[in-house]
């Protein structure tokens, strides 16, 4: 354990970094994210530090000037972009910066008439030097000028310190630094993968219910399939989603299958959960036959493309006791002392429909299996897949999964499904799981959103990549129960604006919020039973009219696409939130600046006034100066200031959208 | 940049980590540290944690079970406790515990009726493997029996499951787990020093001062000597201090030499600032023929040693302009544009009595000299050096330097005298500085002792060692100029009680609190003139005794001699600080629970009152039950319970230091 020699100039404390740099942090294409360091050196000579990215092939792709962000702490922070998906790095280089230290002490010497001919003399030299390097002719002009005129000692000292502070030197410096003592940090890893790993609004359909009808006839319902489901699709493009995320489509056992309201046992033409996987038809690689055939699924995935969409599948590694897994692999599962395979459980209760695989049984064998399943589905056009219960499985599993699909296929992406305690949440983002379910759903105060905006935006975000959803078909809370359209209108702005990636439960658009009774979800489940909907009214309540918005907004602005950039904004009303998203120009493909200002009532019920005290600085405007916003929801233009007053009745308006410009 | 496989049990964010575990963190013998780490599993299976402590011969030295610290966040902790000097390190292991499981399992079936005789036979499988390993007979014994009777149908279920969960499987378990899956964390450096180099009392003396008069025939002072400065040493060791710290006793140079209070122009007879080093008499390597010559510092240092001190030398790398350094390696100074050797200054200000060393001129002769310097001290009995200014000196030298010393001297030890910014100050320490100067001088109020208690005891502790001194030669802030003798009384005692590294300048006894008008340092300072001291009157303040009863009270107990177990405790009055220090049976060099607690006035001319909310759980007692403290400043007996309410009179008494014990 030999320790590693500091750097002449001393980099320390790097951020982003995973376990001491042995996972990579993740970065996404086109997406600024920052680099800090602590950097500082002896004695009183100027230090400063440069953050340079790395490429794939090991080049160096860009870099930028690090700027201190916590006097007296030597804090300093860049913010770097990669533009293409790979395993990338970044280092920090600190250095001795002899230009400023000539700066400040000429500066004050000769004002103070100490040393002045030579403080000039040592800024002559000090120019040629830099000028004595390989750089553009007209930078080179720049320096030996101001060389020459420091060196003149014809002309009045002052007109000499002056050639050597001009606008020129210092712009030519600052794009041509002179480094002295360059000391790099290590080259940390990124894992930079393609902008929908980020930024995609999704929307969750349960396939079956799309055609679904209760045959009279029979008296039994009639299952809807991929043929049926497609007639969705344009109107779900339409509202401007970026992803069709599909619950299983696989057999589904009939062995202790569910009834309607998680009943324990299914009535006669009951569907069953299609998280119960594996019947005699089939298992995790096989479709519902109901559903059709994999020529109806390509279709459909051909249809979604067609419309701009790309589709997701819900991947849940677990079998119902018809799997053909269970026959095939009875090694795969656990097996008690009295020679059963064991249910999953949660004692004492035990869920009789489900045998969870035992990962620690046949490592390898599991691992091929589920990987050849998932590239068959890949092969079938899907590129995304949402991972039920991730954490229920072990992590090495996901680590090597992961990195083996990142090599394979890198436009393929994980999203985890893990409602569990942080640790386990942040690590699967870090082993590599593309994006992650948060606790957005829970956090409904202004303190609890202004804390988990900021920490999704800064804090975990080099780790976990989070989704906001307000609701699932398994999460419906009591703020959502109880808060009527207004609770779903708000919450949809919240998730859309506040995370680069959104989804939505099909039937969000009806306010579909009553719960079976002692838990937090829908009464009537999906999951258990047919759910079709009658679209004609889709927009009674205004929503899917609001979500259309959302998502056209979303594309409009590349500040809402982006994760690091959020700032809170103090209000005085405890029920309205502010907050900002910003991107500068220099990093946006508008080339523009892009600001948007977002202001909620988070009262469903009441309408809220507030001042809201804006930080001017985090929104890149002028103290000091009115500005405009444009309120893209509610289409309204106004001239505000640096303390704007807000109203906000939600049976009107639950929040404005603000596009921000200097005026 | 390949990644780090995750293990089957996860760990990962491990404490103490310095720079991704390339620099080690700091251990010191005999003190117990905590390590932690996030340790996780996926499921519902028991997960539990060891933290291994790894000798320098790389053979596993002890272990600890690590127990949950927050709830909910998977986040666990273990002290573990080195025993000798040496490059030693630490691992953490995650790991499967199948008998927790069990445990909760079969609690909750069996009394749910569920799964009962498979539970019953589950266990005494469990319990047999558990058996089946390289074990103590008692051990085997207690497991197989537990087994049988959980396998014997002929018994009542609830007896046969209370075999299996009975106090000594528990125990036996407890320290014999049976462990699945075992996955260790890398393993981490830990840098483990003597003692000294974390716990004990300096006293600071100008050895010229002591013997020294002013000879009214001549109208001129006598320097004192190392042989008239020994007449101290008896009543130093008498005050109980562990080292003897002199200021730098080489020649000092007369070009440029300052006057008394700094004055820029020496009169005949000053003698100069030791600080000012070199002159034709010699540098660094050479003494001030005033003090006398080697064989005098030879005893000197003797003298200490047989009184039970050791000696540090200051060590100050600068030079006069007299220095033979200057003559024979002009290459080691800056030299200017004008061919002048650059005095050290803050523009426009100029320090024209010292040149500082040019480290990158030539870094391996400057390395080399100032090595040889140090070995010659070293063969002639220091032990320590506190070394000024370090932070106008590259680190690179300092890593270098001391991973050499620490090699070939491991007794010798380094303190920092670095006032400057926090990063600069960590990582003087985390490149290896044994302990560092502090802001405790600095730190007056309850808020900010509290804050700053707690940060080197616990955030900081495995880069940097604290020191705490209330004042130097050079440090006299406005709390110690304008509190009197009770300022001085408190500060004492919170610099005695708050870190395990302690100093006191001489004079302190006589509360010398009169600074030169403008600047936060002593009038007359020691540094320009010569102070005797007329020590008969040493104790008319009443300090010469309390900082013997201190260095008495330190003695007495191991808690105060060690740094990471504190507590802060809440009072109703903001003039009072509580705080308790603790150090467990298993790691007291008495074999039995060591509990200081320190309540301190922190106003220096009012009587204050407070109630304490005592952390009863830190103080390793029962908040339900009174319990007794022994004054040890004040030499009285109390029975108290958890919020005890006390008066301090600074004129009488500025604090108590109370040792804890259960009735």
Known sequence: MPARAIGRIPVTEVF????????????????????????????????????????????????APMRDIAKGLDRYEAWLCPDAPG???????????????????????????VDVELMLTEGARLLTRAADRDLPDDVVAVLRTAAAILADTTRDPADRLA????????????????????SPSVAYPLQVDRRLAQTGAWYEMFPRSEGAYFDQMTGRWVSGTFRTAMERIDAIAAMGFDVLYLTPIHPIGTTNRKGRNNTLHAKPGDP??????GSEAGGHD???????????FDAFVARARERGMEVALDIALQCSPDHPWVRDHPEWFTTRADGTIAFAENPPKKYQDIYPLNFDNDPEGIYVAIRDMLELWVSHGVTLFRVDNPHTKALVFWQRLLTEFREKHPEV????????????????????????????????????????????????????????????????????????????ALRAVLAATGAPTYGIYSGYEFVENVARPGVEEQIDNEKYEFKPRDWSRANDAGLAMLLGTLNWIRRQHPAL???????????????????????????????????????????????????????????????????RVHDELGNSDHQWSATPWVRLDPRVQVAHVMAVRSL
Chains 1, 2 share one sequence.
Do not use: C
């Open 16 to 63: 982003p970094v995973i376990e001491d740099g042995q996972w990579p942090a993740k970065g996404t294409v086109g997406e600024p994210f920052p680099v800090r360091a602590t950097v500082f050196r002896e004695g009183h000579d100027a230090v400063a530090a440069t953050a340079v990215l790395i490429a794939p092939d090991g080049t160096d792709h860009s870099w």
């Open 87 to 113: 395993l990338w790095g970044f280092r920090v280089e600190g250095w001795s910066d002899p230009y400023a230290t000539w700066v400040h002490d000429a500066t004050i010497k000769v004002d103070a008439g």
């Open 163 to 182: 050639a050597g502070l001009s606008e020129d030197v210092v712009r030519v410096l600052g794009d041509h630094p002179l480094r002295d003592m360059v």
């Open 272 to 277: 069953g959960s299609p998280y119960g996987i």
């Open 286 to 296: 096989a479709i519902h036959p109901e559903l059709g055939t994999f020529e109806d």
């Open 413 to 488: 992406v994980f999203l985890a499904e893990a409602f569990t305690r942080p640790a386990m949440m942040r690590t699967l983002g870090a082993v590599g799981f593309h994006q992650s379910y948060t606790y957005f759903a829970w956090r409904n105060t202004k303190w609890e959103l202004s804390e988990y905006l900021t920490e999704v935006a800064t804090q975990t975000s080099h780790m976990l990549r989070p989704a906001f959803w307000p609701t699932t078909h398994d999460i419906l809370t009591p703020f959502m129960q109880q808060g009527g359209t207004a609770a779903f």
């Open 561 to 627: 696409q982006q994760l690091h950039q959020l700032t809170i904004h103090p209000t005085s009303n405890d029920f309205v939130l502010a907050f900002s998203k910003r991107i500068e120009a220099r990093f946006s493909p508008t080339g523009a600046d892009d600001t948007v200002l977002v202001i909620v009532n988070l009262d469903p019920f009441l309408t809220h006034e507030s001042t809201v005290y804006l930080d001017m600085e985090a929104l890149g405007l002028d103290p000091a100066q009115p500005f």
